[in-house]
């Protein structure tokens, strides 16, 4: 089982980014998929979930609502983050992580065993 995101960057206030999570070992309709964020000197917090429940129900933490957008395209077993209207605040490193014992979405990132690598997003003028 593997995750491996992509698609960070540097972009000025306001700008966009889409990160990718590309899952190989497992499908998409088995386990949920959160992305988490941590800047320097800070812990790291969820910024994001899909669950791979039917209805594939999506997450977000409050400081993201209205700006990011979580997705999936099952047949490139790949996980989206879209990212609009960035504050510099945003600027940390973004993983995409699993959980394989759920389905189900966990704002605890004790409870994700396989992680990504990271891709660093940097928001700045």
């Known amino acids: 089982v593997q995750l491996q995101a992509s698609g960070g960057g540097l972009v000025q206030p306001g700008g966009s980014l889409r990160l990718s999570c590309v899952v190989s070992?497992?499908?998409?309709?088995?386990?949920?998929i959160g992305w988490f964020r941590q800047a320097p000197g800070k812990q790291r917090e969820g910024v994001s979930c899909?669950?791979?429940?039917?209805?594939?129900?999506?997450y977000y933490a409050d400081f993201v609502k209205g700006r990011f957008t979580i997705s999936r395209d099952d047949a490139k077993n790949t996980v989206y983050l879209q990212m609009n209207s960035l504050k510099p605040e945003d600027t940390a490193v973004y993983y995409c992580?699993?959980?394989?014992?759920?389905?189900?979405?966990?704002?605890?990132?004790?409870?994700?065993?396989?992680w990504g690598q990271g891709t660093q997003v940097t928001v700045s003028s």
């Open positions: 992580a699993t959980d394989q014992r759920t389905r189900l979405c966990s704002w605890l990132y004790s409870d994700y065993d396989v």
């Open positions: 070992g497992f499908t998409l309709d088995y386990y949920a």
């Open positions: 899909i669950s791979s429940t039917s209805d594939g129900a999506t």
